[in-house]
T-cell receptor, first 116, second 113 residues
């Protein structure tokens, strides 16, 4: 079945630095990838949708200059949290969707970001 | 960003009981719905899905019911087991010029032996 690999699984960074999270579709081409953020005991909140080769579409209230998304190929999307602050500490999860009109959403295993 | 709900309600059941988890979705034009199971520190795991032209779908020990009139989904788990303990989310596929998946509030299921 479809597999999405997300790295790193955990990262600790200092306040003010930037962190990059990778999301790869291993056995299918992902025309669309999604990035979610999840705070403890809360639901997954959609941050942005990215289509290969075009700019990401951000949800209302999500700062595009802080959360940089790149979807340069059909198998790789990256989320960079710039100038991270402790309030950015969260669980970030990516999802990839294949082409051909399939509804299939495949999720990565998530990245636990801790900003100290 | 889009999200529904701030705190997770909890459903506590005994092993062997049937569990029913409910979800209200937001968009009457959503055409596809998925139930996910999430264990601590992991990504969502697909359980069962249903298209909007159906009102019931059954899997192994799980059944999803869809009531489009009141925009309500339910997940029924038969003979609940301790391994079913997790957080369960419904998600709806929205078409807003492009497709995206938006998650509901979530329910924590606790199964006691």
């Amino acid at each position: 079945g479809a597999v999405v690999s997300q790295h790193p699984s955990r990262v600790i960074c200092k306040s003010g630095t930037s962190v990059k999270i990778e999301c790869r579709s291993l056995d299918f081409q992902a025309t669309t990838m999604f990035w979610y953020r999840q705070f403890p005991k809360q639901s997954l909140m959609l941050m942005a949708t990215s289509n290969e080769g075009s700019k990401a579409t951000y949800e209302q209230g999500v700062e595009k200059d802080k959360f940089l998304i790149n979807h340069a190929s059909l198998t790789l999307s990256t989320l960079t949290v710039t100038s991270a602050h402790p309030e950015d500490s969260s669980f970030y999860i990516c999802s990839a969707k294949g082409a051909g009109g399939s509804y299939g959403y495949t999720f990565g295993s998530g990245t636990r970001l801790t900003v100290v | 960003g889009e999200s529904v709900g701030l705190h997770l309600p909890t459903l506590s059941v005994q092993e062997g009981d049937n569990s029913i988890i409910n979800c209200a979705y937001s968009n009457s034009a959503s055409d596809y719905f998925i139930w996910y199971k999430q264990e601590s520190g992991k990504g969502p795991q697909f359980i069962i899905d249903i298209r909007s032209n159906m009102d019931k779908r059954q899997g192994q020990r799980v059944t999803v019911l869809l009531n489009k009139t009141v925009k309500h989904l339910s997940l029924q788990i038969a003979a609940t087991q301790p391994g079913d303990s997790a957080v369960y989310f419904c998600a709806e596929n929205m078409n807003t010029g492009f497709q995206k998946l938006v998650f509901g509030t979530g329910t924590r299921l606790l199964v006691s032996p």
